[in-house]
Nanobody, 124 residues
Framework: QVQVIESGGGLVQAGGFLILSCTSS????????MGWFRHAPGKAREYVAA????????YYADDMKCRFTISMDNPKNTVYLQMNSLKVEDTAVYYC?????????????????WGQGTQVTVSS
């Protein structure tokens, strides 16, 4: 059974930063890409960023590429999302997901394993 656990969410002022962490356990495959999505009230689940199994390749949504950094610690099965220059509109529940494929994907349907989410609230 694959488990995905996020941590690091919280309340931060606009312009501040947060670092989210996500650890997966029980992976069936050694090469698993991991991604971050977010879901704000009244909006569809949105792609944020994803990284390949070895951290060698990553891809960001347009609005995040200059502010967010995704990184992978493969031996620890952990992915990090550093979020800088946070905006009020970044407020959402952030979800981590993983899949048994080494390269990243950008669609929620490409990830079979999901965490419970961590709330990020950015105040003005």
């Amino acid at each position: 059974q694959v488990q995905v656990i996020e941590s690091g969410g919280g309340l931060v002022q606009a312009g501040g930063f947060l670092i989210l962490s996500c650890t997966s356990s029980g992976r069936m495959f050694n090469r698993s890409a991991m991604g971050w999505f977010r879901h704000a009230p009244g909006k569809a689940r949105e792609y944020v960023a994803a990284v390949s199994w070895n951290g060698g390749s990553s891809y960001y949504a347009d609005d995040m590429k200059c502010r967010f950094t995704i990184s992978m610690d493969n031996p620890k099965n952990t992915v990090y999302l550093q979020m800088n220059s946070l905006k009020v509109e970044d407020t959402a529940v952030y979800y981590c997901a993983t899949r048994s494929v080494g390269n990243w994907g950008t669609l929620p349907s490409e990830y079979p394993y999901w965490g419970q989410g961590t709330q990020v609230t950015v105040s003005s």
